[in-house]
Every structure is written in structure tokens, then in C-alpha cells.
């Protein structure tokens, strides 16, 4: 059974910075796209970003380009979001994915994830 476990949320001023963590218990972890998304009360979960297997590539949503940075480390089946530079409006839980094993669909859209952890809310103050 495959489980995603963030970790790393938490409150924090604006301006702040926090990085959050998800390890996944995936054998196979080195070979599939991760993404991250949020989802803000009364919203819908939206893309945050996103990283292919071979790290060649990554994604971010235009909210936070420059701000965010995700990565990966394959040795320890584990995806990070480091996150500066927060706003209030980052306040969200935020969710690690995976997608599907060598997976090149669009990785900014939440259908192409098969496996979701359960969350690590993220709150930050103005």
C-alpha cells in the first residue's frame, strides 16, 4: 500500500520561509513524477508544483515562481518544497502527489496524480 506523508507545515510571519517534506513508501519512488498542490478553505486544490522523475524538469504555478523551489532525493524516497518569501495568501493545507511511473502527462494537472498524502496545513500571518 503506497502512503505519502508530509511533513514541515506550520504558522509563520509573512516574509517567512518554511520547507515542507513528503516521503513516500514507494519502491519504485526514483521513477515517478511528484507534484505538490494546496488547498485554500472554500477553494479548489490547485497546482503548486511539480517535478519529473529524472528531475529534468520542473513546474511551478505563477503564484509562486521564484518563491518556491521543489526537489527531490531519491536515495531517501522523499520530495521537498522549500518555500520563501511567504504571503498570507499561501495560507492553504498543502498536499504531496505522484503520478504514474515515468509519467510525461501534464504534471500541472491534479487528475494525472494517483497516489495523494493526507496534508500539512500551512498557515502564515501578515
Known amino acids: 500500500q503506497v502512503q505519502l506523508v508530509e511533513s514541515g507545515g506550520g504558522l509563520v510571519q509573512a516574509g517567512g520561509s518554511l520547507r515542507l517534506s513528503c516521503t513516500a513508501s514507494?519502491?519504485?519512488?526514483?521513477?515517478?513524477?511528484m507534484g505538490w498542490f494546496r488547498q485554500a478553505p472554500g477553494k479548489e486544490r490547485e497546482f503548486v508544483a511539480a517535478?519529473?522523475?529524472?528531475?529534468?524538469?520542473?513546474y511551478y504555478a505563477d503564484s509562486v515562481k521564484g518563491r518556491f523551489t521543489i526537489s527531490r532525493d531519491n536515495a531517501k524516497n522523499t520530495v521537498y518544497l522549500q518555500m520563501n518569501s511567504l504571503k498570507p495568501e499561501d495560507t492553504a493545507v498543502y498536499y504531496c502527489?505522484?503520478?504514474?511511473?515515468?509519467?510525461?502527462?501534464?504534471?500541472?494537472?491534479?487528475?494525472?496524480?494517483?497516489?495523494w498524502g493526507q496534508g500539512t496545513q500551512v498557515t502564515v500571518s501578515s
Open positions: 517535478i519529473s522523475w529524472n528531475e529534468g524538469n520542473m
Open positions: 502527489a505522484a503520478s504514474a511511473p515515468y509519467s510525461t502527462n501534464l504534471l500541472m494537472s491534479k487528475s494525472n496524480y494517483n497516489y
Open positions: 514507494i519502491r519504485t519512488f526514483s521513477i515517478h513524477p
